[in-house]
């Protein structure tokens, strides 16, 4: 049987570089029988390709969801008469009487009952036949929406006031600014509700997140089963990423509730959820995903490709292959290396990755200038080739201080390299026995496991052979993808089955 | 000077494995304020490096959402200090130095213009127009400058509005790439309006030839020149249209003085230098926003013609309605001193007046650009400052601001008339001018005297569509122009056939007082929900 998927992304393939696209690249490229459709959503729609998805790809439906004025700029599907009579149809009253139920429903869910995933998936599918009707536009930017908005918040802010006396009403009732940025933001990340998905026989979010939104109104509507892959923990990045909003508690907290919602829903219509190590499932598990639903699937790498090869180099080297980012570390790194070069002066490190943060990476060029490790610390050198750059490793080393399961420390036991990581996220269920597992920050410990590694080539060589095995054992690209087939075959099978299933 | 902790590996830096909860907790608060709930602590412990095993041995917790939990309670229990930091301290800027730039800003739209004037009067040229020409060649440059200002209106609202969607969504190479698309796509419909209306004067011969081409190659010129400073505009650097206007009058009076070429022989070198210098450096400021990409995904020509049409509409009738009553006047015969031979025929009394009166807004302009600005400077801070729950006050204190710019434009037009005024008397004073005969006439004084009204009415209305073109109110704007310019043709229409020909500018008063009055109208009903039309305005 033919089988079709639907893969959601978000942020990611085919516009990104990173792990969570080299990992849907893969997948794409060695399913030919598989046909996809893509939905990528994407920041604005004037990214460059990163990645030229294989022929099976039959379909792409972009979505931005910023730097447009319409939703349909972008989408060649519906024809523009027709879009025009949708403006024409949506009026105050048409808002109304058939927006504005669902939309208070939305509300609700969102300030008082994120758990309440039954009727988001139920609003959702909702909204996605209105849109059919209607304008995306003319509804979201009317005044009866506004003013729904504002009471509904406005009530829900007042009742949170009174129930908590921290942080107080200063913080917890919305300025109107909060209001306006928060209604706009809903605009934004509700766009996907616009878009026209086919049927398939599965679906595939690749992340807990808004692009699994058209996963969820396809098993509400059509009973299509939903694969869900975690590859970090989406909430937990929407966390970190929203506790820089310091002086906006309120848009901070609307749009975590909203998020919440969004992801929980996730959770909840998933038939299987994938993460890729066990490490994700805390936060899965914490909330309401059940454990029957959770199947690990490891990241898998070409062992041909990251194959054993001689070392090019006589000099000792060490390793990382890291974007410059905070989460990754990199002043722990030259720590390491300051740590180093009293006993080992002509050993070197290269962290080979792009510059993603251009305030950190300054902020480690200060640092690399203040330790005195210049000339042995090479940054912010991307590389095409990763193969070859853990070819010329002796250590490979990884100081993340927060990581799901990285393709860097596969790739670097698949070399048969001996690895030193930070013990984070899922990083010890690849490394356990075959390379060194360290405590976060601690560059003191790290540069000792290192050192005892530069130091005893037998120890590398029987940590690498390990790492190689456990590869070949457990995290083998073929063996991935084969258990992502066996989900869509096993799910494909019961597709039809369940019309409009509540999950 | 070096961090001792940074230049020295061995030395302890801080930790998140603090011995005590409290710590952490203090910590955590201190690096993201105001927790949401118990998760956005986890998350935090997590990203310090803290694990299960680290929460249970260095904290006593289960693992670290219990550990997470824990310091939310004790947050919730007032356990923890936290500050959350105000806005940013903008720099405080003295109302009358914000003013003063303001107005500045304001005058770069109208000082090339007033250059224009002053050299015509000193040395008897201008970029397009002499005083020496005769009225046929003049009658020609009027309506090629009235045609252009016409049909490029609205691309040069379409380049500027689209091209600043795209600087404010921080993709200054797509604003680039837009502004140059739209200006290329004009230009060829500039270009392409000239195939019928030639036809139409083939087959009709309304005027003689010799009008029509020296009207159509003025058209292309000035009409070039528009859409440039439209991209000057989107690059925000308007003093440069003082700058290419110079540059184009020196060449003007160079060719025209220094080597004695025939008055549309000099205007021809200026405007060529003059379309040649601003897009050089229209192209130039914009090639220092973005440089350009080869790779350009634009959207579907249908959904952007939509959503810029109303813009584009916009911008043609607002053009159309500044110089309606111009062409009604010189298409009326009624009291005419100068038997028009043609249809279409330049008519000096009545545009003498007219300029005169636009002293008015050359002063004026500077007025209206500032309160503009202010308004959309101070609503932002505004609406930060004020709970929703407390909109009214924001809404009073809305209309109270208006109120106030509302009796400073009053107040400033009382000066700009007595200006425009002084700046008549002391024109008539002048008996060497060119002009000195047409400045005593009664027609041009009447125009005059109407004109100043009529421009001052059209002032407050310019405010408030300013105003209501921050808040994308474009529809009310448009549906507002679109009327006034019906009440401005039937009125100096009628007038200026029943009455005398420059009772034309009865009809740009009647229509200015129409565009004031709606769109005050606007404005009200938008204040009275200005928190809804900020929000729509995305």
């Known amino acids: 049987m033919s089988l079709s998927v639907l893969m959601t992304t978000e942020g990611t393939y085919p516009y990104s570089a990173g792990g969570v696209s080299t990992w849907c690249d893969a997948l794409l490229r060695n399913t030919p029988d598989v046909r996809w459709t893509l939905l990528p959503l994407m920041m604005n729609p004037h990214i460059e390709q990163k990645f030229d998805p294989p022929d099976n790809v039959r379909r792409i ?44 429903e939305l509300l609700h869910v969102i300030c008082s009952d994120p758990g309440d995933s039954p009727t988001l998936g139920r609003i959702f599918v909702q909204f996605e036949d209105y849109f059919r009707i209607y304008d995306y536009n003319e509804t979201f930017k009317s005044r009866p929406v506004w003013e729904a908005f504002r009471t509904e918040v406005e009530a829900y802010s007042q009742s949170l006031v009174e129930r908590r006396k921290i942080p107080g009403p200063e913080h917890q009732l919305p300025s109107i600014f909060d209001l306006t940025e928060c209604l706009r933001w809903l605009y934004h990340f509700l766009i996907v509700l616009n878009v026209r998905v086919p049927k398939t026989s599965v679906t595939h979010a690749t992340a807990a997140a808004f692009c699994g939104i058209p996963c969820i109104t396809a098993k509400v509507r059509h009973g299509t089963p939903m694969v869900l892959t975690e590859h970090g923990v989406y909430l937990r990045e929407q966390y970190l990423f929203l506790s820089r909003f310091r ?30 190590c066990h490490y994700n499932t805390r936060w899965e598990v914490a909330h309401a995903t059940p454990q029957a639903k959770i199947r690990v699937i490891y990241n898998g790498v070409d062992p041909e490709q990251f194959a054993p090869s001689p070392k090019l180099h006589g000099e000792q080297h060490v390793v990382a292959t890291a974007r410059i980012d905070p989460l990754k570390d990199i002043e722990t790194l030259l720590r390491i290396a300051a740590r180093l070069k009293p006993t080992h002066p002509r050993v070197k490190f290269t962290v080979f990755g792009a510059v993603a943060d251009e305030a950190y990476y300054r902020r480690c060029l200060t640092l690399r200038k203040r330790l005195g490790v210049e000339d042995t610390v090479t940054l912010g050198t991307a590389t095409e080739d990763v193969a ?28 048969e390299k001996a690895v030193v990581a930070s013990d984070v996220g899922g990083v010890g269920e690849a490394l356990e026995g075959c390379g060194v597992l360290v405590k976060p920050r601690d560059d003191e410990r790290f540069a000792a496991e290192v050192r005892a590694l530069l130091d005893n080539h037998s120890l590398r060589l029987r940590l690498g052979a390990k790492a190689r095995a456990r590869v ?12 992502y087939l066996e989900l869509y075959r096993g799910l494909g099978r019961a597709e039809g089955q369940g019309p409009r299933a509540e999950g | 000077m070096s961090n001792p902790q940074d230049t020295d590996p061995s030395s302890p830096r801080p930790s998140a494995l603090g011995p005590r909860p409290s710590e952490l907790g203090q910590q955590i608060i201190d690096l993201i304020g105001i927790p949401k709930d118990q998760w956005e602590i986890a998350a935090q412990l997590e990203v310090m490096g803290l694990r299960d095993a680290d929460a249970r041995s260095d904290y006593g917790s289960r693992d670290l959402f219990d550990l997470a939990r824990q310091i939310h309670d004790d947050f919730q229990q007032g356990r923890f200090r936290y500050e959350i930091e105000g806005e940013d301290v903008t720099p405080r800027v003295s109302p009358v130095v914000r003013f003063l730039k303001n107005y500045a800003t304001g005058l770069t739209f ?59 969504q921080q993709e200054p190479w797509l604003a680039r790439w837009t502004a140059l698309r739209s200006w290329s796509i004009a230009l060829r419909v500039v270009i392409a309006l000239l195939v019928p209306a030639l036809a139409i004067n083939a087959i009709f011969h309304p005027l003689p030839w010799s009008i029509v081409l020296t009207a159509a190659a003025y058209y292309v010129a000035l009409s070039i020149l528009w859409l440039n400073w439209a991209l000057i505009y989107l690059v925000r ?5 003082l700058l290419t206007t110079a540059v184009a009058l020196a060449a003007v009076l160079l060719a025209a003085k220094g080597f004695d070429a025939s008055p549309v022989m000099a205007n021809a070198i200026g405007l060529v230098v003059a379309d040649t210098l601003s897009f050089g450096l229209a192209l130039y400021h914009l090639n220092r926003l973005a440089a350009p990409r080869p790779v350009v995904k634009p959207p579907r020509l249908t959904i952007l013609v939509y959503s810029t049409s109303r813009f584009f509409l916009y911008g043609m009738l607002y053009n159309t309605f500044l110089f309606t009553d111009r062409v009604i006047a010189w298409t009326s015969s009624t009291g005419r001193e100068d038997f028009p031979p043609y249809g279409f025929w330049l008519n000096v009394r009545y545009e003498l007046g007219m300029d005169l009166a636009l002293v008015v807004v050359m002063l004026l302009s500077g007025v209206v650009e500032h309160a503009a600005q202010r308004f959309s400077e101070s609503l932002i801070p505004a609406e930060k400052r004020i709970k929703s729950i407390d909109a009214p006050q924001f809404l009073d204190a809305s209309r109270a601001e208006y109120r106030r710019r509302f009796f400073l434009l009053a107040g400033a037009s009382v000066v700009a008339v007595v200006a425009a005024i002084a700046v008549m008397l002391a024109l008539r004073q002048a008996t060497s001018l060119p002009i000195y005969s047409a400045l005593s006439t009664t027609t041009t004084m009447r125009v005059f005297a ?47 056939r029943a009455i005398h020909y420059s009772a034309a500018v009865v009809g740009l008063l009647a229509g200015a007082i129409a565009l ?9 009903g938008v204040l009275g929900e200005l928190d809804y039309h900020y929000y729509a305005a995305y």
């Open chain 1, 61 to 104: 439906l972009n979505v931005p969801l910023w730097g447009i004025e319409e939703p349909s700029e972008f989408s060649a599907d519906i024809p523009f008469a027709q879009l025009y009579d949708r403006k024409r149809r949506t009026t105050a009253e048409t808002i109304a009487a058939e927006f504005l139920p669902p939309f208070r």
């Open chain 1, 472 to 483: 070949m054992e457990e995290f083998r690209l073929d063996h991935s993808i084969g258990r």
């Open chain 2, 516 to 524: 004031a009055f709606l769109t005050a109208r606007s404005m009200r």
């Open chain 2, 110 to 168: 109208s000082l090339p213009m007033a250059l224009q004037a002053v050299a015509m009067l000193t040395w008897g040229y201008g970029v397009w127009g002499a005083i020496d020409m005769d009225l046929r060649i003049g009658s020609a440059i009027a309506l090629g400058f009235i045609a252009s200002y016409i049909v490029t209106g609205g691309f040069m609202q379409t380049i500027v509005r689209r091209g600043l969607f795209y600087v404010y």
């Open chain 2, 237 to 241: 650097k308007t003093w440069l249209f």
């Open chain 1, 247 to 276: 002086r906006l508690f309120f848009c901070k907290q609307f749009l975590l509730n909203l998020i919440t919602a969004v992801v929980r829903a996730n959770y909840h219509y998933a038939d299987i959820v994938a993460p890729v």
């Open chain 1, 388 to 415: 070859a750059a853990y070819r010329d490793a002796d250590v490979v080393l990884l100081t993340s201080i927060s990581e799901a399961f990285p393709y860097s420390v596969i790739e670097a036991m698949s070399c």
């Open chain 2, 450 to 496: 109407v004109a100043t009204v009529a421009y001052v009415v059209f002032m407050f209305a310019l405010q408030n569509v300013l105003m209501l073109l921050t808040l994308s109110r474009v529809e009310m704007v448009a549906r507002a122009v679109a009327i006034a310019l019906a009440v401005n043709i039937v009125t100096g229409f009628v007038a200026s």
